[in-house]
């Protein structure tokens, strides 16, 4: 299992193809169908790319730690999850590393901008 899932992270990793956005969108990509990119996410690499199906782009995104996949016992998972045109939505490591992913309309591309998820309280509320 381990072997087949870095055999796909590096086969999408290698057909990866993004453009980058404008400079004052530092980090965001844009995807086309079918075309793969990876990112650092916290301490985990993950490697996207999507397919336009009814008119919705179906994303597809695999992360595994970094490192050694023979020492990880059940390194790797994959998540699978359809966004609306016009609408996002976001992959967040137990780290605070995220990715959000907005659909764009007609389902012919898909941009990309990670970031890092910071908590925040409001003190004066409590």
């Known amino acids: 299992m381990r ?4 055999a796909a992270i590096t086969a999408i990793a ?36 999507f397919m336009a199906k009814d008119g919705q782009c179906e994303l597809t995104l695999m992360v595994a730690p970094v490192g ?8 790797g998972s994959r998540v699978r999850f359809a966004v609306a045109p016009g609408r ?5 490591s137990s780290e605070g590393g995220a990715l959000q992913f907005t659909c ?15 908590a925040y309280a409001d003190r004066k509320s409590g």
């Open 14 to 49: 290698m057909g990866a193809a993004a453009l980058p956005v404008s400079s004052k969108d530092a980090g965001k990509v844009v995807l086309s169908p079918a075309s793969g990119k990876s990112f650092q996410v916290g301490s985990e690499k993950a490697v996207g790319y």
């Open 88 to 92: 996002t939505g976001v992959f967040e």
């Open 3 to 6: 072997a087949g899932l870095l």
């Open 68 to 75: 050694d996949f023979d020492s990880v016992k059940g390194a």
């Open 104 to 118: 764009e309309i007609g389902a012919k591309s898909m941009t990309v901008q990670p970031f890092q998820r910071v």
